[in-house]
Structures are given as C-alpha cells and as structure tokens.
C-alpha cells in the first residue's frame, strides 16, 4: 500500500512558476514509477508527466513539454513537479499516482494509488 499527498499548488499569474511536490508513505517508493495528472472542470483527467522507477526515464506531455519537468528523490521519498512559463490552461487540480506494473506511462488506468490532488490556478 502507498499513500500520497500532494503539495505546493496554489494561484500564480500567468508566466510564473509553481514546484509541486507529491510524498509518498512506504519502503517501496523508488520500486514505482510515478506520475503526475491533471483535471480541469469539465474535463477528462489528462497526462502531465511520468518518471520510470528505475534510470528516471521521463515522458512528458506534449502540452507541457519545455516548461515541466518531473523528478524523484527516492531517498525522501518524493516526486516533484517543476512548472514553469504557467498558462492560464494549466489551471487545474493536479494529481500524483503511483504504478508498478506495465503498460503505457501515459494511461491513468495503468496506475495503481492516487493522491488527494492539489489545485493550480493561473491567472492572466
């Protein structure tokens, strides 16, 4: 069983930066590729970015691509997510999710615990 609890949302104008944090509980983190998903009102929940439990492949968005970027510390048990030039269509409540199996990185079907999500607001 893994717990996670995200961190570091918040209200930003457009063009600034937010780092969001997500910790994880248990002894297996660095076992889990984790990944980071984002739901706008109205919308389907959507792929951000992900980072491979092991050698820290990562994938990103498109829509992200140049301005996130997702990176783990295993020994605190933690993930991160780095935004940058922010627009106001990043607005959203972001979630962590962790995965142990395989299967597209890219798919939130294929991961197995969530957190609780953080809100991003970007204001123009």
């Known amino acids: 069983q893994v717990q996670l609890v995200e961190s570091g949302g918040g209200l930003v104008q457009a063009g600034g930066s937010l780092r969001l944090s997500c910790a994880a509980s248990g002894r297996t983190f660095s076992t889990y590729a984790m990944g980071w998903f984002r739901q706008a009102p109205g919308k389907e929940r959507e792929f951000v970015a992900a980072?491979?439990?092991?050698?820290?492949?990562?994938y990103y968005a498109d829509s992200v691509k140049g301005r996130f970027t997702i990176s783990r510390d295993n020994a605190k048990n933690t993930v991160y997510l780095q935004m940058n030039s922010l627009k106001r269509e990043d607005t959203a409540v972001y979630y962590c999710?962790?995965?142990?199996?395989?299967?597209?990185?890219?798919?939130?079907?294929?991961?197995?615990?969530w957190g609780q999500g953080t809100q991003v607001t970007v204001s123009s």
């Open positions: 980072i491979s439990w092991s050698y820290g492949f990562t």
């Open positions: 999710a962790a995965r142990k199996g395989g299967g597209s990185m890219k798919s939130p079907h294929e991961y197995d615990y």
